[in-house]
C-alpha cells in the first residue's frame, strides 16, 4: 500500500478530487447553457487521470507490463466511474447517476490510453535513451 502511495501521489489526489467533484452540488454557472459540457467536463477528468497514472508508471517501473497496465489504466478509471455513477443515482439527492456519463469517462479513459502508448511512452524512451547516452 506503502508503495502506491509514494508511486502515484498525483493519481491518487485527483482521484479524490474527482471523488469530492462527483458528490458536491456545483454551482450555476452561465456554461450551464453550453450543449454537453458536463461530458467535455468527465472527459478531461477521466482523461487526465489516466495520463498521470501513464507518467507516474512511466517514472517509477523499470520495466513496461502491457497487460498489467493497460488492466490498470483502463479497468480502474472505468471502475471507478461506475461505481461513483451508481453511487450518484442511489445515495444522492442532488446528483443523479446518468450512464452516458460513464460513457464519456471512458471515452476519457481511451483517449488518454491511445496517447500513452503513441505519445507518452515513446517520448519516455526517448528521454530515457538520451540521457542513458550521457552517462
Known sequence: MIRYLTAYPLSILIVIII??????QPPQTSLDEVPYI??????????GLTTVLWI????H???????TFLA???????CLSGI??????QCTDNRSGDW???LANAT?????????????KPLYQKFKSSGSRKR
Open 19 to 24: 471523488c469530492y467533484l462527483s458528490f458536491f
Open 84 to 89: 461513483i455513477e451508481i453511487l450518484q443515482s
Open 56 to 59: 507516474e508508471y512511466l517514472f
Open 38 to 47: 458536463d461530458k467535455l467536463a468527465h472527459i478531461c477528468m477521466y482523461g
Open 72 to 78: 490498470g489504466s483502463i479497468c480502474f478509471p472505468i
Open 100 to 102: 452516458f456519463d460513464l
Open 108 to 120: 476519457g479513459v481511451c483517449i488518454a490510453c491511445l496517447l500513452g502508448i503513441y505519445v507518452w
Open 61 to 67: 517501473q523499470s520495466t513496461f507490463n502491457y497487460k
